[in-house]
């Protein structure tokens, strides 16, 4: 199997593993195995039913998705790749230890909502990683029809790092929030008799809900200036779906309250968010990959494969 497809059945093991402990969360499975790490309640395969069968489920996705990525890794290193191929697998690798640990750490400490939180960061940032190994992977065809100037090009980038930055602090203070049963300290618009808030669950909420609203802004004015300012198809194909999806789960998350916080419909929001961020995380790789081949292209090197330190990961 190539280092391509290989990368792409990892990034989708590893979003449906966000997803479903979304679903363990959200039917409170998270101790369906018992406080007890690797095994469950006593037993490598224990009787599936009820909250043990989901918890169980969530390990298995896990274990497969850990053991597909030990092999990921083992065959980019041997691969002769780049300083920067090379920094990636080894921080993915690295991530995946970190994961393994966190999740030891929340079946012992019994779900500790901080611990919860990390853990869904660094898997948002394992995904990104795995994103990247197949962006980079394979002999592609790069060819793009604009070329902006650097100076355009850095701006591209700084802001969807920003963006980026956004969509994990919105994703830490969705799951401290989900976790700490906040979900309703809010309704859709005000807090409670006020419209503004006054406890610390309704503080959590409205400034997840902000955080929401701002990234849900500049996505919105990221798709505007690609194509007032002519980004180029590629770009501006990227950041419409991004705008799609963002009001999408701005819409889901007033069902959300609307429903009381019904479990599909949290998961649902769950799914969203963690499919935007990917996909922002896939654009931000586009522009970087745009902004090269124009800097190559203006100095009559020809196209480098994403930097003079990266060849192809196959």
């Not at 969509?167 to 419209?195: D, M, V």
């Not at 522009?287 to 009559?300: E, F, N, P, V």
């Amino acid at each position: 199997m190539t280092i391509r497809r290989l990368s792409f059945i990892c990034i989708v093991l590893t979003y449906l593993l966000i997803v479903f402990g979304g679903y363990v969360a959200s039917s409170e499975s998270g101790m369906g195995c018992g406080p007890e790490w690797p095994l469950c309640n006593g037993k490598v395969i224990p009787t599936l039913q009820g909250e043990t069968l989901i918890e169980f489920m969530h390990r298995v996705i896990g274990a497969v998705l850990g053991g597909l990525s030990i092999i990921l890794f083992f065959k980019l290193m041997r691969e002769k790749n780049g300083y920067t191929a090379r920094f990636i697998s080894v921080m993915m690798i690295g991530l995946l230890i970190i994961q393994v640990l966190l999740g030891a750490v929340v079946v012992v400490l019994d779900l500790p909502s901080i611990i919860i939180t990390i853990h869904l960061l660094v898997a948002a940032v394992f995904l990104a990683c795995l994103i990247w190994i197949w962006r980079n992977s394979g002999d592609k065809e790069r060819v793009y029809s604009v070329f902006l100037k650097a100076v355009e090009h850095k701006r591209i980038t700084m802001h969807i790092n920003i963006l980026i930055f956004l969509l994990l602090l919105t994703l830490a203070f969705g799951a401290y929030i989900k976790h700490e049963t906040y979900g309703l300290a809010c309704g859709w618009l005000g807090c409670r008799q006020s419209f503004l808030p006054s406890t610390t669950p309704e503080w959590l909420q409205t400034i997840h809900r902000g955080l929401a609203v701002m990234t849900a802004v500049y996505i919105l004015l990221l798709t505007y200036w690609a194509f007032v300012r002519k980004w180029g198809r590629g770009l501006q194909r990227r950041f419409l779906l991004c705008s799609l999806f963002v009001i999408l789960q701005l819409v889901i998350g007033v069902v959300v309250i609307e429903t009381l916080v019904a479990i599909p419909w949290a998961v649902f929001h769950l799914a969203i968010g963690t499919a935007l961020f990917a996909f922002v995380s896939e654009a931000r790789l586009y522009a970087g990959d745009r902004m090269l081949q124009s800097i190559a292209s203006s100095t009559s090197v020809g196209y480098w494969h994403g930097g003079q330190d990266r060849t192809s990961l196959d």
